[in-house]
């Protein structure tokens, strides 16, 4: 029986799907598989046999990834789960920046009192008026799940869209409408759009990419979107454009003291993802991504270890071996196996930055000895008997 623990709340409609071969835990430490949303990881201690994490949803900030790779315990995330939800947030976003939406209701609300509240608002309407998005440049930066959908979705709207990510993978390639205008260099998006908005990972590369220099190459009354981390803009330099008139509205689903309640900043509260159907999403993908690793040894979706998928085995035995990416390791495990007369059917290697997962299936079971020697090679960090 394998055991599963969620640190939050999650989507039943993903839960029902565990076998019963899974049972819940409220112990996390007997868990083979924990489930989490936004509970903060860094400082809790991993339970010894712990597997993998199920991150229910796209954004990994709150797992110590490092810690978790250097104990064996693969991380996953749910990329495109919730891109749809995001994807619509975006578009509200960009239409309460055209348009003083927002003002607008909260002079209604503060007008409430008045008998002939229609024909003042005939006189200040003008107040909120604003503009069209058809026909204006919208800029997107990262063309993930996310902003793929972000911009096929632009495209339908009338917009002139730019799209840049120089990590363009084949299957958003595929998905990206044949009208939106790959840009080579960031810059140029910044120089040319009305609309941008940024859909790009939070690493040390891209932390606070919207400053006061890329401002400064704007648009006057550029329009930014900020769905994806509130740590990609330097949101004192945003406030300094607003300011000037540089930057017309700064739209975030991420508060905070720098920008709630300031002028010219639309704040949602973190909502991107919040749907009820996103929420179902990332938490069916969560548990298929736990179950095929537990049961399999497979990896999709990982963010701290390579994708290595053998599908279902079919041979007497699998092993799965989590391990340091360095050198000869491939040559040391056949040398083990071969030294014990165990024939390898199969075998897979991939690595992704220190650590590397190598899936072999053999034709004679997996012996207490054929792990344990594999298990006393330097740089070895798990061995799993999966069949």
């Known amino acids: 029986m394998y055991k599963y623990h969620c640190l939050n709340p999650i989507s039943n409609v993903g839960l029902v799907n565990f076998t019963n071969a899974y049972a819940k835990t409220e112990n996390v430490a007997e868990a083979d598989g924990i489930l989490v949303r936004s509970a903060a990881m860094h400082d809790m201690e991993l339970p010894k046999d712990l597997l993998c994490v199920a991150r229910a949803g796209a954004g990994v900030n709150n797992i110590p990834l490092d810690k978790c790779a250097e104990q064996g315990v693969v991380v996953f995330n749910t990329p495109g789960a919730n891109a749809n939800a995001v994807k619509e947030l975006v578009l509200a976003g960009m239409l309460l920046a055209a348009r003083d939406i927002v003002g607008g209701i909260e002079w209604v609300k503060g007008a409430a009192a008045d008998e002939n509240i229609a024909k003042t608002a005939e006189k200040e309407k003008k107040n909120f008026a604003g503009g069209e998005i058809a026909g204006k ?3 997107v930066i990262g063309l993930g799940a996310i902003g793929v959908k972000v911009a096929n979705a632009a495209l339908e709207l009338g917009m002139e869209v730019y799209g840049y990510d120089p990590y363009l993978s084949v299957k958003a390639a595929w998905s990206l409408d044949s009208k939106v ?6 810059n140029d998006i910044y120089k040319a759009c009305d609309y941008i908005t ?4 939070a690493m040390d590369a891209t932390k606070g990419m919207i400053n006061a220099d890329a401002i400064a190459q704007m648009k006057n009354g550029v329009v930014l979107l900020n769905f994806a981390r509130d740590l990609l803009c330097n949101e004192k330099d945003i406030l ?3 300011g000037t008139g540089k930057v017309a509205k700064y739209v975030t689903d991420f ?4 920008t709630a309640g300031k002028a010219g900043c639309i704040v949602i509260p973190h909502l991107g993802a919040s749907t009820e159907e996103a929420e179902d999403n990332c938490a069916k993908m969560a548990v298929a991504e736990m179950m095929d690793y537990i049961e399999n040894g497979n990896i999709v979706n990982s963010v701290n270890y390579p994708a290595v998928d053998m599908g279902v085995c079919s041979t007497a035995a699998r092993i799965t071996i989590c391990h340091k990416n360095t050198e000869n390791m491939l040559t040391k495990f056949t040398g083990a196996f071969g030294d014990k007369g165990i024939n390898i059917s199969n075998i897979l290697s991939k690595s992704r930055g220190d650590y590397a997962y ?5 034709d004679q079971a997996a012996t207490d000895d054929i792990v344990n020697t594999v298990k006393a090679i330097d740089g070895v960090i798990k061995v799993r008997v999966v069949k």
Do not use: C, F, R, S
């Not at 205008?181 to 960031?186: L, S």
């Not at 940024?198 to 990972?201: C, D, L």
């Not at 508060?255 to 720098?258: A, G, R, S, Y």
């Open 358 to 362: 190598t899936m072999i299936d053999a």
């Open 255 to 258: 508060p905070n003291p720098t």
């Open 240 to 242: 300094d454009g607003i």
């Open 198 to 201: 940024i859909h790009v990972p």
């Open 181 to 186: 205008k790959n840009v080579a260099d960031v």
């Open 137 to 139: 440049k919208l800029g």
